[in-house]
């Protein structure tokens, strides 16, 4: 079946880079996602990737996709104390349908 | 306009009894879901509808039923609360048809059983 795994913590001081790993199994996964979740809130998209892409810069964000290993990283530049939350990997595979969310990374950014 | 709106927001209640959740979206998608979150932010799917038929039920308890009126309302109801269903629990929507599946969500609801 399709697990996605990711390190349960990450502490970085302000203005650091963050980045955070993802590791999933399913080969045929076709999108793969990084959601942002702050206290209290729902999740929302960060950022996606095409499964055939190796990077996609979006400002401050990197996503780097290497699908051999099948390794996903978000990295954060400039890491500010509002981008403390927790980030959830997830994959969505060929059908469309099935979602699978990694257990999230929380970012904690000390000044 | 909040695309996907859950209500309540917080919900307290005793065991053994029976509660809604309502969910509904503005942003035209036909496929609408429900997961929970647990005290360790575990975010596992349970439910998702497309086009008023359920197409992925995870396995979780009977006590739960998904209930759609129509394809922009997904509402949650459960049975015979227990203390371990006590969790946020968050809608989220998408548009189907490609793999590209983005899911929007909710805010969620804190259901704390008593």
């Known amino acids: 079946g399709e697990d996605v795994e990711q390190s349960l913590f990450l502490s970085v001081r302000e203005g650091d880079s963050s980045v955070i790993n993802c590791t999933y199994t399913?080969?045929?996964?076709?999108?793969l996602y990084w959601y942002k979740q702050e206290p209290g809130a729902g999740l929302q998209l960060l950022t996606y990737?095409?499964?055939?892409?190796d990077m996609k810069q979006d400002q401050r964000l990197t996503v780097l996709l290497n699908k051999k290993d099948k390794h996903l990283s978000l990295r954060i530049a400039d890491t500010q104390t509002g981008d403390s939350a927790i980030y959830f990997c997830a994959e969505s595979i060929s059908d469309g349908q099935n979602f699978v969310f990694g257990p999230g990374t929380r970012l904690s950014v000390l000044p | 306009d909040t695309a996907v709106s859950q209500t309540p927001k917080y919900l307290v209640t005793q065991m053994g009894n029976d509660k809604s959740i309502k969910c509904e979206q503005n942003?035209?998608?036909?496929?609408m879901y429900w997961y929970k979150q647990d005290s360790k932010k575990f975010l596992k799917i349970m439910f998702s509808?497309?086009?008023?038929?359920?197409?992925i039920n995870e396995t979780v308890p009977n006590r739960f039923s998904p209930k759609s009126p129509d394809k922009a309302h997904l509402n949650l109801h459960i049975n015979s609360l227990e203390l371990g269903d006590s969790a946020v629990y968050f809608c989220?929507?998408?548009?189907?048809?490609?793999?590209?599946?983005?899911?929007?969500f909710g805010a969620g609801t804190r259901l704390s059983v008593l």
């Open positions: 509808y497309n086009n008023k038929e359920l197409i």
């Open positions: 399913d080969s045929s996964s076709t999108y």
């Open positions: 990737i095409f499964s055939n892409m």
């Open positions: 989220a929507s998408s548009q189907a048809g490609g793999a590209k599946n983005i899911q929007y």
């Open positions: 942003l035209g998608h036909d496929t």
